[in-house]
């Protein structure tokens, strides 16, 4: 240690002569915190130093680890941090480099074997709790601990092969023992079959297996229905399956109740209503149930056929029948006039009145049928003055008269209302003209006071006149961008706009510019006052000047109210500073009491003093990054300022390490708390302390549990995972069998902080929610290999589906294997593609209709990513022709997709 003291002596001399450290450009700390300053050789006797606030901690036996065997050169930062870096791996890299995982700082001894196992996934229950390591670690060696394999088969591939009763291998039993064997016991006896893949019920709950399992193997039952019943299908004669051609799938109409019955069809495609609900099957399948009519004439033709009133065949009704008829009766029918709804007078009229014996192409515009009545009227004369022919435009249904017209596109209003309908139309209604200049330009070029012409007044008459009469006018200037106001009311408007009515300024120096120049009390051009007049006076009078510093970034209040303007502006009005000390640092060098400058005080004077007077002065501590409440504020500033202001530590240990050390119940030294005081205490006392479990908020059944049930005497490394605590409730469920079925470990998936049970599991809050047809699919149909790294993407289910389609054949088409971009999981039917948006539009633009199957453009059927655009495009000269000039341009489909990649 002698040696080392000298060796660092010589570098920090070395320090001194080269400005350079000894320990790394990482190191930015002052030299003197550590070492004397009077002969930088003397190490100081307490280094502010605490190797708890680094990444490594030092706890166990590294506490007590002379600090030169882990820090072999003065760089400190060089230091390892890994385990295997002084400690050899006696496991041959058998369990991984990270001693961590199973060995503490305490000691080398494991002594949590068990919930190790845990976190690997394979608990140690049942018979597996008695076994030694080496029973399923057989390693060369008694330190090497080889994964093995968390599947039963790993280690039981001879108990499978030698079981004779059953046969599990001639059988073909899975090789996942527990789905018949409880992990918990302790040998191979078993009461339970997962069944769930073929649920046994009502008529299945048989308790004799060779009943379904015929030839001794358990690999080789169907669970198609027809594979047992297929007797009962043929025997059966009420109806005759066979004769009818009903389908060998037994679910369409019957359950497993035994005895076959009650058996029901489910007529979905065809739902039953109204008469068609009393009708016998026969009635309308005649013995034959395939192609089975589904339309009303596939049965009804004969009483559309018979019926005369009206002749449905004379007039050429359509054979939907549902169009006028319902399916509870023939009669009475009704048709649905709402094609072209029946009101006013239109509903007193008969069918044959506007359908003439003819139900088809009947017109259902007005002058469909009132072309006479519009030729005939002559007040106004229709025709002549070249009315539309919507008639709706003036008529409604109830009668041809009384008529209005509604002038909705240009409101008639004021001495409009009067006008005769010739004096604006002039007997002609197309194109009359809707602006005001349209009928009053002579009234406009007319006007001498003020000539509107010479003025150059726009033509919108309704600027300054209403519809009332073309005098009184007037003319709101407060609509402009400069309303009048104050001393601008009174002014004549050739003042302003003796240049006209265009583009006349709204500054103030633009008219004002002399007065400007004529005022020297204060004198603005030498003052280089800004030009906006506004800044002082109003529009009322020049002379009722003032100027508002509060519009300033700098208004005036306490002491600067009554500052002469030059003893701040003595350079001019621009650019004149804002900070405290442009104009007292005079008062801050001279402060004596206490000495601003020897204090390195802040020469922002706002921190201590106001406007008022530099005297009486205070120090607002809320503003720094740390105020002063509760116990703080009574405290002498020297308390906490000893070695000055700068610098001044704001961490609670800074000052209260003694409290901290000195604390016994509980010792904080030895739990090793913390040294952040304000996660216990306050401000206002030491006592008494609460801490802020925010970290892991106690709720539910937490909040009644003592702290050394979670802590054991020890608060570090606490861990806050549900496994750390509840593992052994976790191994203790049967209900079912987490360890078996390799449930995560993460409780609150399924459990709340409340209790235990009851328990529920949300797979909406996965990647993967359940819904459409995956809602009613069994846990282990998907998580059969258990409920670890179960796989989300489609064909991981759905390939045998993609395999076996064949219209169009995936396979050959190399159709992508993410189902979802064309069918949804609702059904595997109907299914859709998005060829325009996902790959190139053929439903829309100058492709639409151009084309009549897949093999028109993709010319190898056996890979859907070739294609051909110059088979359709094959005039080769033309193309050169038009496409002269371009870049990179050749007569490949490749080419064509690149510069046309949306058809254009």
């Known amino acids: 240690m002698h040696r080392l003291s000298q060796i660092a002596v010589l570098l920090l001399v070395a320090v001194r002569l080269n400005a350079q450290s000894p320990h790394g450009e990482a190191m930015k700390m002052d030299c003197a915190q550590c070492h004397v300053p009077a002969d930088w050789t003397s190490i100081s006797d307490s280094i502010p130093f605490d190797h708890d606030l680094t990444r490594y901690p030092l706890a166990g036996t590294h506490a007590q680890v002379e600090c030169k065997s882990c820090h072999a050169s003065l760089v400190f930062n060089e230091a390892p941090g890994q385990c295997n870096a002084c400690h050899a791996d006696i496991h041959s890299l058998s369990v991984g480099d990270d001693c961590a995982r199973c060995h503490s700082p305490n000691s080398w001894l494991v002594d949590g074997i068990p919930e190790l196992h845990e976190e690997n996934g394979f608990p140690l229950i049942g018979a597996h709790g008695n076994l030694s390591c080496v029973d399923c670690h057989a390693s060369e060696a008694a330190l090497q601990f080889a994964r093995n394999g968390n599947d039963c088969i790993s280690c039981h591939q001879d108990d499978l092969m030698r079981t004779r009763n059953p046969d599990h291998t001639s059988a073909g039993f899975s090789t996942d023992c527990i789905q018949c064997h409880d992990p918990l016991s302790t040998g191979w006896e078993t009461d339970i079959v997962d069944h769930d893949f073929f649920p046994l019920t009502m008529g299945h709950a048989i308790s004799d297996c060779s009943q379904c399992h015929t030839e001794g193997s358990f690999a080789t039952a169907s669970p198609e229905c027809i594979s047992c019943h297929q007797d009962d299908y043929a025997a059966t004669v009420d109806p005759g399956h066979i004769a009818a051609g009903f389908s060998t799938d037994c679910a369409t109409c019957h359950t497993t109740s035994p005895g076959w019955a009650p058996a029901t069809y489910a007529h979905e495609s065809y739902p039953l209503e109204g008469a068609h609900a009393a009708a016998s099957c026969t009635q309308c399948h005649n013995g034959n149930y395939t192609n089975t009519p589904s339309t009303c004439d596939g049965c009804h033709l004969p009483d559309y056929t018979a019926t005369t009133n009206p002749n449905h065949t004379a007039a050429g009704f359509a054979t939907d029948c549902a169009t006028c008829h319902n399916e509870t009766a023939w009669s009475p029918s ?42 005939a009227t002559s007040n106004p004369n229709h025709a002549v003055a070249g009315f539309a022919t919507d008639c709706a435009t003036c008529h409604n249904e109830t009668a041809w008269s009384p008529s209005s017209y509604d002038h909705s596109g240009y409101p008639l209003v004021g001495s409009h209302t009067t006008v005769s309908c010739d004096q604006c139309h002039n007997g002609n209604y197309n194109n009359t003209p809707n602006t005001c200049n349209g009928c009053h330009l002579p009234d ?21 006149h209403d ?39 709204s500054n103030c120096d633009a008219c004002h510019m002399p007065e400007y120049n004529g005022t020297t009390n204060p004198n603005h051009a030498a003052a280089q006052f800004p030009t906006n007049c506004a800044l002082c006076h109003d529009e009322s009078a020049w002379g009722n000047s003032t100027f508002d510093h509060n519009t300033t970034n700098f208004p005036l209040t306490g002491g600067h109210v009554g500052v002469n303007c030059l003893a701040c502006h003595s350079n001019g009005y621009q650019g004149t500073p804002t900070n405290c000390d442009a104009c007292h640092m005079p008062d801050f060098n001279g402060t004596t009491n206490p000495n601003h400058t020897a204090a390195q005080f802040a020469t922002n004077c706002t921190q201590c003093h106001d406007e008022t007077a530099w005297a009486p002065s205070s120090y607002n501590h809320n503003t720094t990054g740390f105020p002063l409440t509760g116990g703080h504020t009574g405290v002498d500033c020297l308390q906490c300022h000893t070695n ?20 016994t119940n509980p010792s904080h030294a030895a739990a090793q708390f913390p040294t952040d005081c304000a996660l216990c205490h306050t401000e206002s006392a030491w006592s008494p302390s609460s801490y802020d479990h925010s970290g892991f908020p106690l709720l539910g059944s937490h909040t009644s549990v003592s702290c050394n049930q979670c802590h054991n005497g020890n608060y570090n490394n606490t861990p806050n995972t549900c496994a750390g605590c509840h593992m052994p409730d976790y191994n203790g469920t049967t209900n079912p069998n987490h360890a078996a079925a390799q449930f995560p470990v993460d409780c609150v998936l399924c459990h709340g902080e409340t209790s235990w049970v009851p328990s529920t599991y949300d797979h909406n ?97 056996n890979d859907y990513s070739v294609f051909s655009c110059i088979d359709c495009h094959n005039n080769q000269a033309q193309l050169a022709n038009s496409h002269s000039g371009e870049n990179g341009y050749a007569y490949n489909s490749a080419a064509c997709f690149n510069c046309h990649p949306n058809g254009n």
């Open 444 to 464: 406009y070029n007319a006007t001498t006071n003020p000539n509107h012409v010479a003025a150059q007044f726009p033509t919108d008459c309704a600027q300054c």
């Open 644 to 663: 000055g202001y700068q610098g001044t530590p704001s961490d609670c240990d800074g000052c209260h390490m003694p409290d901290y050390n000195g604390t």
């Open 467 to 505: 519809e009332t009469a073309w005098t009184p006018s007037s003319y709101d200037h407060n609509t402009t961008g400069f309303p009048l106001t104050g001393g601008h009311t009174g002014i004549d408007c050739l003042q302003c706009h003796a240049n006209g009515y265009q583009g006349t300024p």
């Open 765 to 861: 809050a996965t990647g993967f929610p359940l819904t459409g047809g995956h809602a009613g699919v069994n846990c282990l149909q998907c998580h059969s290999n258990g409920y670890q790294g179960t796989p989300a993407d489609c064909d991981a289910c759905h390939m045998a589906d993609y395999n076996g389609t064949n219209n169009p054949d995936h396979q050959t088409a190399q159709f992508p294997t993410d189902c979802a971009q064309c069918h949804s999981i609702s059904a595997w039917v109907p299914s859709t593609f998005d060829h325009d948006a996902m790959y190139f539009p053929i439903y829309n633009g100058t492709h639409d209709g151009d084309w009549n199957t897949c093999a028109d453009c993709h010319t190898n059927p």
């Open 334 to 375: 009704n048709y649905d006039h709402s094609s072209y709804p029946l009101v006013g007078s239109h509903t007193t009229v008969s069918c044959d009145q506007c359908h003439n014996g003819n139900y088809n192409n009947t017109p259902n515009t007005c002058d469909g049928c009132h072309l006479p009545d519009y030729n």
